[in-house]
């Protein structure tokens, strides 16, 4: 008989990273894109801007991303016709969506999260307001 052959140790591989999570901001105000943009990079997050609703769903058939802040009141398309166009379209991934806006009265609030988004910060917000509303829905 021969001697038994020794069993090797698995070698580890290292994971690879997860990809990076894609955040689409959409408002028709340049300051609060700017504002919104350095909160979510600081998250961890790569950043793609859009100016109106329109624009915003190019790009989201393009490349769906991950996270979408979204602006109520915009030129060419509203955030409500926005996210009912968004929860439209295929593919399986559903972007958590956050209204941004300066409504605050609890009928745009219920209409927001009834057209399909996921949660509601009014303006102007801070990096601590924005943070706890992600963590919320799993996004932060």
Not at 10 to 24: D, G, K, M, Q
Request: with cysteine; net charge negative.
């Amino acid at each position: 008989m021969s001697a038994p052959v020794p069993i090797a140790a698995p070698i580890a591989v290292p994971a690879a990273p997860p990809p990076p999570r894609h955040c689409l901001l959409v408002d028709d105000s340049r300051v609060i894109r700017k504002v919104a943009h350095r909160i979510i990079s600081d998250l961890g997050y790569q950043v793609t801007e859009a100016e109106n609703g329109e624009e915003a769903l190019a790009r989201c058939k393009a490349a769906m991303p991950d996270l979408i802040l979204l602006d109520w009141e915009m030129p060419v398309m509203t955030g409500v016709e926005f996210v009912a166009a968004l929860r439209q379209i295929d593919g399986g991934v559903t972007p958590k969506v956050v209204f941004c806006t300066s409504r605050s009265e609890r009928v745009n609030i219920y209409q927001g999260i009834d057209a399909g988004a996921d949660e509601y910060v009014t303006k102007p917000f801070d990096q601590h307001t924005l943070l706890a509303k992600l963590q919320r829905i799993g996004a932060a």
